[in-house]
C-alpha cells in the first residue's frame, strides 16, 4: 500500500515556474514508478511524466519535454515534477500517482494523491 501527498501548486504567471513535490508512506516506495498527471477542468486527466523505480528511466508528454523535469529521491520517498515556462494551458490538478509498472496510461496505476491546483495566469 502506497499513500500519496502533493504539494507546491499555486498561482503563477506564465513565463514562471513551480515545483511540485509528492510525499509517499510505505516502505515499498522505491520500487514503484512514478508518474505526473494533470487533469483541466471539463478534460480527461492527461499524462505528464513518469519516472522509472530506479530514476534511470523518464517518459515526457510531447506537451511538457524540455519545460518539465520528473525526479525522484528514494532516500526522503519523495517524487518531484519542476515545471518551468509556464504556459496558462499548463492550468489543471496535478496528481501523482505510483505503481509497479511503467506506463503513461492512468488505468495502470493503482495509487493516487489527491491532486495539487497549478494555475498559470497570462
Known amino acids: 500500500q502506497v499513500q500519496l501527498l502533493e504539494s507546491g501548486g499555486g498561482l503563477v504567471q506564465a513565463g514562471g515556474s513551480l515545483r511540485l513535490s509528492c510525499a509517499a508512506s510505505?516502505?515499498?516506495?522505491?520500487?514503484?514508478?512514478m508518474g505526473w498527471f494533470r487533469q483541466a477542468p471539463g478534460k480527461e486527466r492527461e499524462f505528464v511524466a513518469a519516472?522509472?523505480?530506479?530514476?534511470?528511466?523518464?517518459v515526457y508528454a510531447d506537451s511538457v519535454k524540455g519545460r518539465f523535469t520528473i525526479s525522484r529521491d528514494n532516500a526522503k520517498n519523495t517524487v518531484y515534477l519542476q515545471m518551468n515556462s509556464l504556459k496558462p494551458e499548463d492550468t489543471a490538478v496535478y496528481y501523482c500517482?505510483?505503481?509497479?509498472?511503467?506506463?503513461?496510461?492512468?488505468?495502470?496505476?493503482?495509487?493516487w494523491g489527491q491532486g495539487t491546483q497549478v494555475t498559470v495566469s497570462s
Open positions: 510505505g516502505r515499498t516506495f522505491s520500487m514503484h514508478t
Open positions: 500517482a505510483a505503481d509497479m509498472v511503467t506506463s503513461t496510461s492512468s488505468y495502470e496505476y493503482r495509487y
Open positions: 519516472i522509472s523505480w530506479s530514476g534511470s528511466t523518464t
